[in-house]
């Protein structure tokens, strides 16, 4: 076996609670590849792995979970029950199918999956390329605008929206509500963080079950009514689950792509060779994408709960310990990718993991990338001298990494 020096998370700057990290992890995350193939962060009590074969293979392996409640209760599995106040919101959160172990995960993906298959997707492309060449022509009447807040955040909000039957004039309260919920995500939330994301889970969770029930009694042909009106039947799905699912739909639908397609696009700003390319060959789009999502991975961790006890190149790591799956520093390891740190726009193959593996892989896959082609073919049309007014920064958080706006002049 190779012999890996033993290294301080710390020296070697894997600090995901640093402004500077969040910036730029990959450094640190290239020597934290260079390390042992798992290393025990005692700040969060979780094993980092960061190795593309690795993480691929962790990913797939039902010796792992995304959650342990289908094997244990917290007190079994030695956890503190959440506070009081918290509890319903954790229970929000548990039964969506993200957090779910089959077979009620796979009861859950099936009752939604037909509505996000690539041919499904491939339906909605007429209506979401109506929805993003509004939004580009209503940015590009600003003149100078935040590339976020003005346009790329209304269009997966607006796509996800529809398909459930969100009504148009609520559709302004979503993000913050999903914003505030994913606080919770981050690596080891501050009370005030987990204060705010409770507060707008149940207001989420109010808003929907309100929803819901209107649409039971007067289905509108949406995603929402159909399910509401299985939930009616009430042997596939309880109301709970349904409001679950909404929210997760929602606030997968938000988060990671609206990240996606911003940090895409600073990529693209930084690179003006890269964006010269496709600006010269708008063909490029479909594997540009997927690269873009290897090289600045939106989502950079995931976590996995160990339910047998493993082995990982000889560290043996036993039930009851947690897993971070490092999918940003898996992007970026040369093993899989020639010249990993470059932006290689026709990459192919492109092995990358930002979208997962296995049972969890996400639904939403095609869906986002057909947003993503749809909306940057029309920016390059209609925006073609967009270039980047400052500098932008970065909320201060690694697990849904994202800026906090990005300003252009059209
Ligand atoms: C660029 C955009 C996106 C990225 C990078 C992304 C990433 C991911 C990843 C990595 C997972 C798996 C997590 C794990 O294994 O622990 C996942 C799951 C999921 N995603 Fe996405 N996602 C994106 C967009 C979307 C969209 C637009 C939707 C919905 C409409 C969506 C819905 C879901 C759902 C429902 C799951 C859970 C699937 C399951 O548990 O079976 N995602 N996503």
């Known amino acids: 076996m190779r012999e890996y020096p033993a290294i301080s998370l710390r020296e070697i700057g894997y600090d995901p609670w640093s402004p500077a990290f969040v910036a730029d992890p990959y450094p640190a995350l290239a020597r934290l590849r ?23 293979a962790l990913l797939r392996d039902r010796r792992l979970g995304r959650s342990y409640h289908h094997v244990a209760t917290d007190a079994e599995w030695g956890r503190p029950d959440p506070p009081a106040d918290e509890a319903s919101f954790w229970r929000l959160l548990d039964i969506q ?27 909605l492309r007429p209506r979401i390329d109506e929805i993003a060449t509004g939004l580009v022509d209503d940015a590009r009447a600003l003149g100078e605008f935040d590339l976020i807040a003005d346009l790329l955040e209304l269009l997966p909000v607006a796509v996800i929206s529809e398909l459930l039957g969100i009504p148009e004039a609520d ?17 080891n939330p501050s009370a ?5 994301a409770v507060a707008a889970g149940s207001e989420f969770e109010a808003y929907l079950r309100d929803l819901a029930r209107e649409r039971r009694r007067r289905p509108t042909g949406d995603l929402l009514s159909e399910l509401a009106l299985v939930a009616e039947a009430g042997d596939r799905l309880t109301e709970d689950e349904l409001v679950g699912t909404a929210i997760l739909l929602l606030n997968a639908g938000h988060e990671a792509s609206v990240n996606g397609a911003a940090n895409s696009w600073y990529a693209l700003f930084r ?28 989502a950079p961790m995931f976590e996995r709960w160990v339910l047998q006890d493993i082995d990982i190149e000889g560290t043996r790591i036993p039930r009851g310990q947690e897993l971070a799956l490092q999918f940003a520093a ?27 593996a296995g049972i969890h892989y996400c639904l939403g896959a095609p869906l986002a990338k057909a947003e993503f082609d749809i909306v940057f073919r029309r920016i390059l049309e209609r925006l073609p001298r967009l270039e980047l007014v400052e500098e932008p920064t970065w909320k201060p958080r690694f697990i849904l990494r994202g800026l906090a706006a990005l300003l252009v002049r059209a």
Do not use: C, K
């Open 171 to 187: 559709r302004a309260r979503l993000r913050p509500w999903s914003g505030d919920m994913t606080l919770v995500f981050e690596l």
């Open 330 to 356: 898996a992007n970026r390891d040369p093993n899989a990718f020639a010249r990993a740190d470059e932006l290689v726009l026709d990459r192919d193959p492109n092995p990358y993991l930002s979208f997962g």
């Open 192 to 196: 005030e963080d987990r204060a705010r």
């Open 97 to 123: 199918m993200i957090d779910q172990e089959p077979p009620d995960h796979t009861r859950l993906r099936r009752l939604v999956s037909a509505a996000f298959t690539p041919r499904t997707v491939e339906r």
């Open 271 to 298: 690179e003006p060779a890269a964006l010269a390319a496709l600006r010269a060959d708008h063909d490029l789009l479909p594997t540009a994408i997927e690269e873009l999502l290897r090289f600045d991975t939106p």
């Open 34 to 56: 260079a390390g042992p193939a798992a290393i025990y962060d005692e700040r969060t009590e979780q094993w980092l792995v960061s190795r593309h074969a690795l993480v691929n």
